[in-house]
Every structure is written in C-alpha cells, then in structure tokens.
C-alpha cells in the first residue's frame, strides 16, 4: 500500500512569507507525528496528533509554527514569518496508534532566502 | 537537552567487516528503542527494534545489544555491505508520550 506522502516534496521561500506543508498519512493511521531535521542532525520532534486533536505540542520552537488535522486525516504545519533557521526538513511520520510503529515520510525540503 | 548520545559521528568498514554504533541515554522511562537508516534524500525507515526487558535481538544481518543497568544500547551489522551505506539513527521514547528522541546519526560507508 501507499506509504506517507508529503507535499510539496521541496520549498523556497523569502524571509518573512507564510508557507505550508501538507502531510498524507498512511491510510487508518490514527496518529501523525512531525518531526524537522536540520543538517547533519537527527529528527527533532515537533508535534503529534492522536485523531483530531494535537496531543502533544511541545516541540514547536514558537507560536510562528502550527499544525492542524482537522479530519483525522491529512495534516498541515503552517508556518508564519519564516525565518532563515526555519530551513530544514520537514518529516512527517503516522502509526496505527500511538504506540506502534512509526512510518516516515520523504520529508519536505524547506529553504528560507 | 539531548537526550539520547550517538557514537561515532561517522564510521568507513570495509566489505564483509562488522559496523558497530553506540547509543547512551538518560531518561530512565524510555521503554523502547528503534534503530532507524536513512538514505540520501529519504525519510528515516525502521531497521530494528528493542525493549529494555530484553538484552539482544537480532534480525538477519542486523542485531541490537541492549545493557539496562549502563543504559546503553548498540547496533551490530554484520557482513557489512556497500549498500549499508546510509545514516543510522538511535531513538528512544516513552510509549505514553508518542515522540521519539532520536541520536545525532551516523553516517556509515561500506567500501567495496
């Protein structure tokens, strides 16, 4: 079956634009995970979501980040204002439920000019 | 405040040698530990897995080696091949929290 698609798969952007990543989660997947993965750098952990609802938001570095998924399926990370350390990967991750395993998307390439 | 410490940063074996990479935690909660390889350009995929009440595992040329007391595990390839070549990762979590805390990654290269 189909694995975890992001989109787009990478994004160029200037200093100060809004920007969003879409994250397509493994079908029946109840939880999705984002993770950003600077250069050189393992995954940091961002946000998840069990259903609907954001669990567990501490990783997002500012209020300049936020994520939605608003049907229990598809999510968005919208971030405002970027800025030229916002340049990273962007990886989303979903598993059945919140204690299985964890299946990675390509990640979305992010570049602030 | 990094929580799971990877060694080494990068590793050259030669074909058919054995490749060995060191994981230390701190959080003593964590109750399951992944290995992940992550190639150019791709999303991390899961290589392995362990939990603490088990000391080793081993799943075809690949092996986790778990001490609980010195709160250290390790990845064992052996037979390493060129198309090993890839980033490894260490993780750990909690399972009631969901995220996992990943290693800084090793970037492993097989010579032919």
């Known amino acids: 079956g189909a694995g975890v698609s992001q989109t787009p798969s990478n994004k160029v952007t200037e200093k100060g634009k809004y920007v969003e990543l879409r994250c397509d989660p493994i079908?029946?997947?109840?939880?999705l995970y984002w993770y950003r993965q600077s250069l050189g750098q393992g995954p940091e952990f961002l946000i998840y979501f069990q259903g609907t609802g954001a669990a567990d938001d501490s990783g997002l570095p500012n209020d300049r980040f936020f994520a939605v998924r608003p049907e229990g399926s598809v999510s968005t990370l919208k971030i405002q204002r970027t800025e030229r350390g916002d340049s990273a990967v962007y990886l989303c991750a979903s598993s059945l439920s919140l204690q299985e395993t964890q299946y990675f998307g390509p990640g979305t390439r992010l570049l602030v000019l | 405040q990094q929580q799971v410490k990877q060694s080494p940063q990068s590793l050259i074996v030669q074909k058919g040698g054995i490749s060995i990479i060191n994981c230390a935690y701190e959080n003593t909660a964590f109750d399951y530990f992944p290995w992940y390889q992550q190639f150019p350009g791709k999303g991390p995929a899961l290589l392995i897995a362990i939990r603490p009440d088990v000391s080793e595992k081993k799943e075809g040329r690949f092996t986790i080696s778990f001490n609980k007391s010195a709160k250290q595990f390790s990845l064992h390839i052996m037979d390493s091949q060129p198309g090993d070549s890839a980033t490894y990762f260490c993780a750990a979590w909690t399972g009631n929290t969901g995220k996992l805390i990943f290693g800084q990654g090793t970037t492993l290269q097989v010579k032919p």
């Open positions: 079908s029946g997947h109840t939880a």
